[in-house]
């Protein structure tokens, strides 16, 4: 019979830290320093990423697009680092794939706007209400 072995570096359960990851779905909450702007190097030291991970997803995610300067440095928003920071923890601690995390994302964006578009709606409705009352 063969006897599989498990090493001793594994552990055989789940240790604190893990279960807290599997119970907490949202992504840490990180320190972003108080600026403007951020330069490629900053970005990648704040979300822990190397700064070619960051140039490609610039090509996969639309909604990352750094302002660039005459000298062609990427200068990224506070925005564009929360977006990588929320890349992040759905590719790599909720395990989605990039077309994954991009549906995601967009889903989330379409669920954000359909009240403004409904409340546009309504208000168009309104306004043709009232011309027609008034003549």
């Not at 090493?7 to 907490?24: F, I, V």
């Not at 600026?35 to 991970?53: C, Q, W």
């Not at 890349?87 to 954000?112: C, D, N, P, V």
């Not at 309504?122 to 009232?130: C, G, Q, R, T, V």
Request: glycine share 6%; no cysteine; charged share 30%.
């Amino acid at each position: 019979m063969l006897r599989l072995l498990m090493p001793a570096y594994l552990p055989d359960r789940l240790d604190q830290t893990q279960a807290l990851k599997m119970q907490n779905p949202k992504p840490p909450h990180q320190d972003i320093p108080d600026k403007l702007y951020f330069r490629i190097g900053e970005v990648s030291k704040i979300a822990g990423l190397p700064t070619y991970v960051l140039r490609f997803w610039e090509t996969e995610f639309s909604r990352i697009r750094p302002k660039r300067t005459s000298s062609g440095q990427r200068l990224y928003t506070r925005g564009d680092i929360e977006l990588v920071l929320k890349i992040k923890h759905l590719l790599y601690e909720k395990k989605f794939t990039i077309q994954g995390a991009r549906q995601h994302l967009s889903a989330r964006i379409g669920k954000k706007k359909s009240p403004t578009k409904q409340l546009l709606n309504d208000l168009h409705s309104e306004l043709k209400s009232i011309r027609d009352l008034l003549g």
